[in-house]
Protein backbone atom coordinates (compact mmCIF):
# COMPACT_ATOMS: atom_id res chain seq x y z
CA UNK A 1 0.00 0.00 0.00
CA UNK A 2 2.51 2.44 0.81
CA UNK A 3 4.47 1.84 -2.85
CA UNK A 4 1.37 2.85 -4.13
CA UNK A 5 0.59 5.65 -2.47
CA UNK A 6 4.31 6.68 -3.49
CA UNK A 7 3.45 5.93 -6.67
CA UNK A 8 0.41 7.97 -6.84
CA UNK A 9 1.99 11.36 -5.00
CA UNK A 10 5.38 11.48 -8.05
CA UNK A 11 2.64 10.27 -10.94
CA UNK A 12 -0.33 13.13 -10.01
CA UNK A 13 1.92 15.89 -10.36
CA UNK A 14 3.21 15.01 -13.47
CA UNK A 15 -0.22 13.94 -15.31
CA UNK A 16 -1.13 17.39 -13.81
CA UNK A 17 2.03 19.43 -15.82
CA UNK A 18 1.16 17.62 -18.80
CA UNK A 19 -2.50 18.16 -18.59
CA UNK A 20 -1.81 22.25 -18.28
CA UNK A 21 0.94 21.87 -20.62
CA UNK A 22 -1.18 20.45 -23.42
CA UNK A 23 -4.26 23.12 -22.59
CA UNK A 24 -1.85 25.76 -22.51
CA UNK A 25 -0.78 24.87 -25.93
CA UNK A 26 -4.75 24.78 -27.41
CA UNK A 27 -5.37 27.83 -26.30
CA UNK A 28 -2.21 29.46 -27.68
CA UNK A 29 -3.39 28.22 -30.99
CA UNK A 30 -7.22 28.84 -30.61
CA UNK A 31 -6.32 32.44 -30.13
CA UNK A 32 -6.86 32.41 -26.24
CA UNK A 33 -3.57 33.86 -25.61
CA UNK A 34 -0.05 32.99 -26.38
CA UNK A 35 2.01 35.56 -28.82
CA UNK A 36 1.37 36.30 -32.21
CA UNK A 37 4.23 33.70 -33.80
CA UNK A 38 2.32 30.75 -32.24
CA UNK A 39 -0.81 31.31 -33.91
CA UNK A 40 -0.96 30.36 -37.75
CA UNK A 41 -0.48 33.22 -40.50
CA UNK A 42 0.42 33.53 -44.03
CA UNK A 43 1.46 35.82 -46.71
CA UNK A 44 -1.65 37.37 -47.16
CA UNK A 45 -1.44 38.34 -43.30
CA UNK A 46 1.68 39.81 -43.47
CA UNK A 47 0.71 41.80 -46.86
CA UNK A 48 -2.70 42.92 -45.04
CA UNK A 49 -0.16 44.26 -42.08
CA UNK A 50 2.21 46.29 -44.15
CA UNK A 51 0.12 47.17 -46.50
CA UNK A 52 -2.01 48.43 -43.70
CA UNK A 53 1.40 50.44 -41.59
CA UNK A 54 1.99 52.25 -44.87
CA UNK A 55 -1.28 53.26 -45.04
CA UNK A 56 -1.89 54.74 -41.89
CA UNK A 57 1.37 55.99 -41.95
CA UNK A 58 0.15 57.92 -45.25
CA UNK A 59 -2.96 58.80 -43.65
CA UNK A 60 -0.69 60.64 -40.50
CA UNK A 61 1.27 62.36 -43.24
CA UNK A 62 -1.78 63.37 -45.15
CA UNK A 63 -3.21 64.77 -41.67
CA UNK A 64 -0.26 66.78 -41.04
CA UNK A 65 -0.03 68.17 -44.68
CA UNK A 66 -3.65 69.45 -44.23
CA UNK A 67 -3.08 70.89 -41.25
CA UNK A 68 -0.80 73.10 -42.88
CA UNK A 69 -3.26 74.93 -44.69
CA UNK A 70 -6.55 76.62 -43.77
CA UNK A 71 -9.58 74.57 -43.72
CA UNK A 72 -13.09 74.73 -42.41
CA UNK A 73 -13.46 73.75 -38.99
CA UNK A 74 -15.11 70.37 -39.69
CA UNK A 75 -12.29 69.40 -41.91
CA UNK A 76 -9.03 70.59 -39.37
CA UNK A 77 -11.00 68.54 -36.96
CA UNK A 78 -10.97 66.01 -38.99
CA UNK A 79 -7.59 65.88 -39.83
CA UNK A 80 -6.59 66.61 -36.49
CA UNK A 81 -8.51 63.15 -35.69
CA UNK A 82 -6.96 61.33 -38.41
CA UNK A 83 -3.19 62.12 -37.16
CA UNK A 84 -3.86 60.71 -33.87
CA UNK A 85 -6.00 58.28 -34.62
CA UNK A 86 -3.74 55.63 -36.26
CA UNK A 87 -0.88 55.10 -34.19
CA UNK A 88 -2.29 52.47 -31.80
CA UNK A 89 -2.86 50.38 -34.67
CA UNK A 90 0.33 51.16 -36.29
CA UNK A 91 1.80 49.81 -33.33
CA UNK A 92 -0.25 46.60 -33.14
CA UNK A 93 0.86 45.51 -36.61
CA UNK A 94 4.23 46.03 -36.40
CA UNK A 95 4.58 44.04 -33.33
CA UNK A 96 2.50 41.28 -35.28
CA UNK A 97 4.89 41.43 -38.46
CA UNK A 98 7.96 41.81 -35.65
CA UNK A 99 6.49 38.47 -33.81
CA UNK A 100 6.42 36.96 -37.30
CA UNK A 101 9.82 37.87 -38.03
CA UNK A 102 9.05 40.07 -40.94
CA UNK A 103 10.98 43.21 -41.84
CA UNK A 104 8.86 46.84 -40.85
CA UNK A 105 7.86 48.46 -43.59
CA UNK A 106 9.29 51.61 -44.71
CA UNK A 107 6.96 54.47 -46.05
CA UNK A 108 7.01 56.06 -49.35
CA UNK A 109 6.86 59.65 -48.09
CA UNK A 110 6.69 61.35 -51.76
CA UNK A 111 3.28 60.05 -52.99
CA UNK A 112 1.40 61.25 -49.72
CA UNK A 113 0.88 64.55 -50.90
CA UNK A 114 1.44 64.45 -54.64
CA UNK A 115 -1.30 66.27 -56.93
CA UNK A 116 -2.37 68.50 -53.73
CA UNK A 117 -2.37 72.23 -54.61
CA UNK A 118 -0.40 73.91 -52.80
CA UNK A 119 -2.08 77.16 -51.91
CA UNK A 120 -4.54 77.07 -49.11
CA UNK A 121 -8.49 77.21 -49.50
CA UNK A 122 -11.14 75.33 -50.55
CA UNK A 123 -9.35 73.71 -53.77
CA UNK A 124 -6.96 72.36 -51.32
CA UNK A 125 -9.58 70.82 -49.00
CA UNK A 126 -11.43 69.47 -51.81
CA UNK A 127 -8.80 67.76 -53.07
CA UNK A 128 -7.37 66.68 -50.07
CA UNK A 129 -11.01 65.34 -49.32
CA UNK A 130 -10.24 63.16 -52.70
CA UNK A 131 -7.40 61.89 -52.03
CA UNK A 132 -8.49 60.88 -48.46
CA UNK A 133 -11.65 58.96 -50.20
CA UNK A 134 -9.48 57.44 -52.80
CA UNK A 135 -6.56 56.16 -49.44
CA UNK A 136 -9.14 55.01 -47.24
CA UNK A 137 -10.65 52.85 -50.51
CA UNK A 138 -7.25 51.14 -51.26
CA UNK A 139 -7.68 50.13 -47.73
CA UNK A 140 -10.90 49.10 -47.53
CA UNK A 141 -9.75 46.68 -50.65
CA UNK A 142 -6.79 45.84 -48.43
CA UNK A 143 -8.94 44.70 -45.77
CA UNK A 144 -11.14 42.58 -48.12
CA UNK A 145 -7.99 41.00 -49.70
CA UNK A 146 -7.19 40.36 -46.30
CA UNK A 147 -10.77 38.82 -44.97
CA UNK A 148 -10.86 36.44 -48.64
CA UNK A 149 -6.82 35.02 -47.99
CA UNK A 150 -5.73 35.85 -44.82
CA UNK A 151 -5.77 33.18 -41.97
CA UNK A 152 -4.41 34.88 -38.31
CA UNK A 153 -7.29 35.69 -36.62
CA UNK A 154 -5.87 38.81 -35.04
CA UNK A 155 -5.65 40.48 -38.49
CA UNK A 156 -9.17 39.02 -39.65
CA UNK A 157 -10.63 40.43 -36.97
CA UNK A 158 -8.78 44.16 -37.62
CA UNK A 159 -9.70 43.59 -41.47
CA UNK A 160 -13.44 43.15 -40.73
CA UNK A 161 -12.86 46.52 -38.44
CA UNK A 162 -10.86 48.15 -41.15
CA UNK A 163 -13.80 47.54 -43.77
CA UNK A 164 -16.36 48.72 -41.21
CA UNK A 165 -14.58 52.04 -40.16
CA UNK A 166 -12.98 53.51 -43.50
CA UNK A 167 -16.47 53.09 -45.40
CA UNK A 168 -17.90 55.02 -42.97
CA UNK A 169 -14.97 57.26 -43.09
CA UNK A 170 -15.49 57.36 -46.58
CA UNK A 171 -19.33 58.21 -46.17
CA UNK A 172 -18.37 61.27 -44.14
CA UNK A 173 -15.59 62.80 -46.17
CA UNK A 174 -18.47 62.48 -49.18
CA UNK A 175 -20.71 64.56 -46.89
CA UNK A 176 -17.85 67.01 -46.28
CA UNK A 177 -17.31 67.13 -50.16
CA UNK A 178 -20.74 67.64 -51.36
CA UNK A 179 -21.55 70.45 -48.67
Known sequence: ???VARLRRAVVPVIALIV????????AW?????SSDTQPHVAADVAFATGMVRHHEATQQ?????????????VGRLAGRLRAD???????LRGWLAGWGEP????LTGEVAAGLPARDGPGFERAW????????????????TELDHGRYPPTLEL???????ESAEIDRLQRLLER
Open 1 to 3: MAD
Open 20 to 27: LAVALGAR
Open 30 to 34: SGGGG
Open 62 to 74: MAATAGEHRLSAA
Open 86 to 92: QQAQIDQ
Open 104 to 107: MPLL
Open 129 to 144: LRAMIAHDERAVEMAR
Open 159 to 165: AGSVVDS
